[in-house]
Nanobody
């Protein structure tokens, strides 16, 4: 059974940091693009960061310089280090895996999803 399980969410004050983790099981994703998405209240799900199997990364403009995505292909794991958090970063954060190594910020391009972990940033 393919599973992606996120952890590390929580509540922090503006300017704080959190590190999200995603553990994958049931499938080896070391040749797949993986990404982090988020969905705030009343908003559509948006791509935050993606990483290809070779480590190349892309970020949405609003998080550039503050968030860092990384992957461990041996452990089949994905992480998102979030620094200088802002209230507008408040959302449910999801880990996702694409069916191949082509990355995109379109949620439709990703096949497998975790259940999400809540991040709340207070001002």
């Amino acid at each position: 059974q393919v599973q992606l399980v996120e952890s590390g969410g929580g509540s922090v004050q503006s300017g704080g940091s959190l590190r999200l983790s995603c553990a994958a099981s049931g499938y080896t994703y070391n040749r797949n693009c993986m990404g982090w998405f988020r969905q705030g209240p009343g908003k559509e799900r948006e791509g935050v960061a993606t990483i290809r199997s070779d480590g190349r990364t892309t970020y949405v403009d609003s998080v550039k310089g503050r968030f860092t995505i990384s992957r461990d292909n041996v452990k089949n794991a994905l992480s998102l280090q979030m620094d200088s958090l802002k209230p507008e970063d408040t959302a449910m954060y999801y880990c996702a895996a694409a069916p191949n190594d082509a990355c995109s910020f379109s949620p439709d391009r990703f096949t497998y999803w975790g259940q999400g972990t809540q991040v709340t940033v207070s001002s």
